[in-house]
C-alpha cells in the first residue's frame, strides 16, 4: 500500500492539508511520537519497566531534573505520582480486607448449614431449613455486593497503575554529575589545537555554497524545485566523498572491534518513543516524518537516526552477562521534519531534511554512577557505568575527527541541551568559516550516555550473577551509549570550507579518504 509522509508543525493553520498525490482525503498531522488511542502499540510492543520507586523516594530531584532539562510541564509529575500511590496503598489496605471478607462468605456458603446450632443443632428442623436458606440468601447478597465492591477497587488500582507509569515514563533521565545545569556547555578541549585558530586565519571565508557551485559539487536549486527547502543534490566528487566518509567511518570502528550493522530506516512510532524521542514541551523541535497507512495500523516512521532501529535490535531480549559489551556501527539515512531556523548560518548543508549518518551504538552491564542533584551534593544510585566505554567511544570520534585535519572543540553538553534520554552528552564541534559572522563552530558529532534509560523502555536485560538471588542470577537493565560516528553533510561541509585551496583553485582531499576515492588529492574547477 502507498505510504504518504506529514508533519506537524506548532503554529501552522488548522486547515487540514491535502495530500500531493491527487488522492481525496486530508493528510493528518501529529506532533512526533503520539501514539494515537486507535493506533496503540502491538501486544509484541516491548513492556516498559520504569522504577516509581526511585521517583517517590527523591521527588524534589525529580522535578527539579524536569525544569532543569526543560520540560517544564513535567515538574509536577513527581507529586502526583506520590498522591496516586497513596491513594493506591489505602485501597489496597481496605483490598486486603475486602478479599479476607469475600473468603469467609465463601466458606461460609460452601457448608451445609451457614447456621448450624452447635455438634447436635437443635430447634424445628423445618424452622432450621428454613432459617438456613435466609441466612444464605443474605449472605449470596453480600458476596455480590463484596465482589462488585472489589472489582470496582481493582479497576480503581488499574487507572492509578497506569497513570503513575504514564507520568513516570515521561519524566527524564537522572543527570550525571558532569553535565552542566543551566543552558551553557563546557570547554573541554580542542581537537588538532595545532592549526591556527579562528581568529588567526586569513584569507576569504569562502562558504560551501560557493564552493559546491563554483566546483559542481551541490545543487540546492534543483533539490529546491524537486522536494523543498532543507534538501540537496550531491554531484561528482562530493559523492564520492559521502561514500569515502562512510567507507572510512566503518572501516574506523571495525578495527576498533565494532560489529557492522545496515538497519532498517523505517520503524515503529512507539520504538522511537521508547528511545527517548519525543517533541520538546517548549517549542516541539523534535519532530519526525511519520507515515499515513492503512487505518488502524500500527503507526511507522523514518528513523531521526539509526540509534533508534540499533536500539530496538535486543528489544525483548536478555543477554548474558559475558556477551556484554555489545558494539555495533550502522549506516542509515536520517530523517528530520524540522531543519530548523532557515537563518544564514543554516543555509546549505548544515540543517537538511535527510542525510546519511553512520552511527555508534553500545550495550554494557550495570553498575554504579553518581548523579547530581539540586542542592549539588551526588546522590549514588545503582543505575549504570558507562565511564570506561564512553570514552572509548569518545577516543574514536576524536581520532575520525583529527585525521581528517579538521579544527573542532569538545563541549559538555548543559541539561538544556540532554533531551529525555541521555543522562550526559558531549559534542564535538568544527570550526566552519561561513559561519563566522555569528558563531564560527557547529556541531559533527555527538556522544551520550543513556543510563538504563532505554533499555527499561524496550525491556532489554541482561542476566547478572549475584550470590543470594534465585538461582544465582538477578536480571538487571543493561546501559546504552549512542553516538555519531559521521554525520555526513556537516562534515562534508567542514571539509570544503577548511580544505578550500584559492592558489590551487579547489579542495584539498583529505588524506585518509584518497584511498577511497581513486587516490584523488584535489577537487578542482571542471574544465
Given at each position: 500500500?502507498?505510504?504518504?509522509l ?41 513492556k ?101 465492591k ?12 497506569n ?18 545545569i ?21 584569507g576569504p ?30 554531484l ?10 562512510v ?6 570502528a571495525?578495527?576498533?572491534?565494532w ?19 519525543r ?6 523541535e ?19 537516526t ?9 528489544a ?43 552511527e ?33 567511544m ?12 579538521l ?43 543513556c ?7 524496550l ?37 570544503l ?30 574544465k
Open positions: 500500500m502507498a505510504r504518504n506529514f508533519i506537524y508543525r506548532p503554529g501552522a493553520s488548522s486547515t487540514a492539508w491535502v495530500c500531493s498525490n491527487c488522492r481525496p482525503r486530508p493528510m493528518r498531522r501529529s506532533r512526533c511520537f503520539s501514539i494515537k488511542p486507535d493506533l496503540q502499540p502491538p501486544p509484541s510492543a516491548p516498559p519497566t520504569i522504577s516509581v520507586k526511585s521517583i517517590r523516594e527523591f521527588p524534589e530531584y525529580h522535578r527539579q531534573n524536569c525544569l532543569n532539562r526543560n520540560y517544564p510541564s513535567l515538574a509536577d509529575a513527581p507529586e502526583r505520582i506520590i498522591a496516586l500511590h497513596g491513594e493506591w496503598i489505602g485501597l489496597q489496605k481496605g483490598l486486603r480486607g475486602d478479599k479476607e471478607r469475600q473468603n469467609t462468605l465463601s466458606a461460609q456458603l460452601r457448608s451445609r448449614n451457614p447456621l448450624a446450632r452447635g455438634p447436635h443443632g437443635g430447634g424445628d428442623k423445618t424452622e432450621v431449613a428454613a432459617e438456613g436458606q435466609e441466612a444464605k440468601k443474605s449472605l449470596l447478597a453480600e458476596a455480590k455486593d463484596v465482589k462488585a472489589i472489582s470496582e477497587v481493582e479497576e480503581r488500582e488499574r487507572v492509578l497503575e497513570e503513575m507509569k504514564s507520568l513516570a515514563i515521561q519524566l527524564p533521565n537522572w543527570t550525571h554529575k558532569e553535565s552542566p543551566g543552558t551553557e556547555p563546557k570547554l573541554l578541549g580542542y581537537i588538532n589545537p595545532e592549526l591556527a585558530p579562528p581568529s588567526q586565519r586569513t571565508r569562502i562558504s560551501h555554497i560557493q564552493i559546491g557551485a563554483e566546483l559542481g559539487l551541490l545543487d540546492f536549486s534543483a533539490a529546491g524545485t524537486v522536494s523543498g527547502w532543507g534538501w540537496y543534490y550531491l561528482n566528487e562530493a559523492v564520492l566523498l559521502e561514500q569515502a566518509l567507507n572510512y567511518a566503518l572501516s574506523f571495525m578495527k576498533r572491534g560489529k557492522l550493522v545496515t538497519p532498517p530506516n523505517i520503524v515503529y512510532s512507539h520504538m522511537a518513543a521508547a528511545c527517548g524521542f517533541p520538546r514541551d517548549q517549542h516541539g523534535q519532530q519526525i516524518y511519520t507515515l499515513d497507512g492503512a487505518e488502524g495500523k500500527i503507526e511507522h516512521c523514518l528513523a531521526g539509526a540509534e533508534i532501529p540499533l536500539a530496538g535490535m535486543y525483548n531480549k536478555t543477554f548474558a552477562e559475558d556477551q556484554l559489551p555489545v558494539k555495533l556501527v550502522g549506516v542509515g539515512r536520517a530523517y528530520r521534519a524540522e531543519a530548523g531556523a532557515r537563518g544564514a548560518e543554516s543555509k546549505g548543508l548544515f540543517r537538511v531534511h535527510e542525510f546519511t549518518k553512520v555508534l551504538f553500545a550495550w554494557g552491564p550495570p553498575g554504579q554512577e553518581e548523579f547530581s542533584t539540586p542542592n549539588s551534593e551526588p546522590i549514588t544510585a545503582t543505575i549504570i557505568t558507562s565511564a570506561s566505554l564512553f570514552e572509548e569518545l577516543d574514536l570520534q576524536k581520532s575520525i575527527i583529527s585525521s581528517l585535519g579544527h573542532a572543540r569538545i563541549l559538555e553538553m548543559p541539561t538544556t541541551d540532554l533531551g529525555a534520554s541521555a543522562s550526559r552528552k558531549i559534542d564535538i564541534e568544527a570550526y566552519m568559516p561561513s559561519r563566522e559572522a555569528k558563531d564560527p563552530w557547529g556541531e559533527i558529532s555527538s556522544l551520550s550516555n543510563t538504563d534509560y532505554q533499555s527499561r523502555r525491556n532489554t536485560r541482561v542476566k547478572i550473577a549475584k550470590p543470594g538471588a534465585a538461582g544465582g542470577v538477578k536480571s538487571e537493565f543493561p546501559w546504552t551509549l549512542n553516538g555519531t560516528g559521521v554525520a555526513v553533510p556537516r562534515v562534508l561541509m567542514a571539509i570550507e577548511n580544505g578550500w585551496s584559492e592558489e590551487r583553485g579547489g579542495v584539498v582531499v583529505p588524506e585518509v579518504l584518497r584511498g577511497y576515492m581513486g587516490g584523488l588529492e584535489l577537487i578542482g574547477r571542471k
